[in-house]
């Protein structure tokens, strides 16, 4: 499985963006989908996921409210959709997958597949 994470850029304080990550491989069927974010310095911090078949998400107190993840099976593909950006929120953004559920869905380790990451950069 290959993950591709796409849609980073710049963005004034305020702005949106929409993050996407793309899956390819023989198969792919993956329970949990997972963005994380890390900046420099900083160690890698989960941002939300998304719980498949049931379509249930889950969000750091950080984004909630502000960050919504979706998806779309026919094109395999999870998006992350940010609004309301701050310059705290300024990282290069991973997704990440693993093929079954797990209690800990917050911590990197547990997950088996990752993108390459994208930047994001949100100026005051």
């Known amino acids: 499985v290959q993950l591709q994470a796409s849609g980073g850029g710049w963005v004034q304080a305020g702005g949106s963006l929409k993050l996407s990550c793309a899956a390819s491989?023989?198969?792919?069927?993956?329970?949990?989908v997972a963005w994380f974010r890390q900046a420099p310095g900083k160690e890698r911090e989960f941002v939300g996921a998304l719980r498949r078949p049931m379509r249930r998400t889950y969000y750091s107190n950080s984004v909630k409210g502000r960050f919504t993840i979706s998806r779309d099976d026919a094109k395999n593909t999870v998006y992350l959709q940010m609004n309301s950006l701050k310059p705290e929120d300024t990282a290069v953004y991973y997704c990440?997958?693993?093929?079954?559920?797990?209690?800990?869905?917050?911590?990197?380790?547990?997950?088996?597949?990752w993108g390459q990451g994208t930047q994001v950069t949100v100026s005051s």
């Open positions: 491989g023989r198969t792919y069927s993956p329970t949990a």
């Open positions: 990440a997958a693993r093929i079954n559920w797990i209690v800990d869905y917050t911590t990197p380790q547990n997950y088996q597949y």
